[in-house]
């Protein structure tokens, strides 16, 4: 793993984007220790970070709560400054030249708007227009592209306030791409949106990096966001870098495991098949887990013809069981 993460500070790899080396994030902070004590102590949210991204890549942030996502995505937006080590986007120390990098840089934070909540829908486009003083033709003409493949059409008037988390969500990618950023950071762009709408950001995202080479660092707690989008995946732990590599490979690393759901006609003992084993009954429903690696096909066969079979469905492991298991088979750090 130590392999893995250190593949891409390879130095050959010159046409980086994204550069961090040794970087430091520390807050101090005031902890109550009783009813009128309060302790100064240290924070640090992110432990010696060192990373390149080239222009291009798609690249999946992830990490237990707490890890140091946000405080690296804020430190490469110009947000927060560095205690330590050295931070270049597109050539630019973002905590220095905010304003200059802000023209390169597209941001969505999921769990947040950048649109302005009153007005309609279009005017944040006008006012984003201004603000970043973009040409008229190119506004235009990424305007049109954006409310197409996203399908904005019939909200271009709507205060921003009345949209669906999924419309707004659209709404707000397309802000952060009126002046073409060469680089995309996403934070949770999926989280609370239905099936429809994930799939239809995924596949917007997933063009527009074909088309334009847009590169995108994204942080998210879906495993499938990762598996339609990234073909690399860094994990963050404590502040540390402790995998950079295939979500594939992060798999083979903490083999985890998929669960099957079973709706049985009436209650019964624990299935017994091969391949599966049962971690919970409920009435008529069962669970079973089956390794991620293994096809569903061949045991839900079996289930079927033994059982009186009503409906079943797959459950991905999501994404904290499979780094908590991959914590759990490696040494802890120093
Ligand atoms: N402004 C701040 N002042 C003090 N501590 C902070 C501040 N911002 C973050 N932290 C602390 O730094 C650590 C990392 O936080 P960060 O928000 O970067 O994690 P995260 O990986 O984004 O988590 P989540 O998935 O919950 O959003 C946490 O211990 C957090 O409490």
Not at 32 to 49: H, N, S
Request: net charge neutral.
């Amino acid at each position: 793993m130590a392999e893995e993460a250190t593949r891409t500070a390879d130095p050959v790899r010159t046409a980086a984007l994204i550069e961090l080396a040794d970087v430091e994030k520390v807050f101090d902070v005031r902890r109550r220790t009783g009813p009128l004590r309060r302790e100064k102590a240290r924070v640090r949210a992110v432990d010696g970070i060192g990373f390149t991204v080239s222009r291009g890549e798609m690249v999946g942030y992830i990490g237990p709560n707490g890890a140091g996502k946000s405080t690296t995505i804020k430190m490469l937006t110009g947000i927060l400054t560095p205690s330590a080590g050295r931070l270049r986007v597109a050539g630019i120390d973002p905590s220095r030249e905010r304003t200059r990098l802000a023209r390169r840089i597209g941001v969505v934070f999921g769990q947040r708007t950048t649109l302005w909540w009153d007005l309609p829908l279009i005017d944040s486009y006008r006012l984003v227009h201004r603000m970043y003083r973009i040409p008229d033709d190119r506004y235009r003409r990424n305007l049109e592209r954006c409310v197409e493949l996203l399908d904005l059409g019939a909200l271009l008037d709507v205060p921003v306030r009345q949209l669906s988390l999924g419309q707004r969500m659209r709404g707000d990618i397309a802000a952060a791409l009126l002046h073409d950023p060469e680089v995309l950071y996403l934070d949770e762009p999926t989280i609370g949106l239905d099936v429809v709408s994930k799939a239809k950001v995924r596949e917007f995202l997933r063009d527009l990096n074909a088309e334009r080479a847009t590169t995108v660092l994204l942080t998210t707690h879906d495993l499938t966001d990762i598996e339609h989008l990234c073909n690399r995946v860094m994990v963050i732990d404590h502040g540390r870098l402790v995998y950079d590599g295939t979500l594939a490979g992060l798999h083979a690393i903490a083999p985890g495991e998929r669960i099957l759901v079973v709706d049985l006609e009436h209650r019964h003992p624990p299935i017994e098949v091969a391949g599966a084993r049962p971690v919970r009954v409920e009435g008529p429903r069962q669970w079973l887990a089956f390794p991620a690696s293994a096809s569903a096909a061949p045991i839900v066969a079996a289930i079927a013809a033994d059982y009186p079979l009503v409906d079943l469905s797959v459950r991905e492991p999501d994404i904290e069981s499979v780094i908590a298991r991959m914590y759990a088979e490696r040494p802890t750090p120093p």
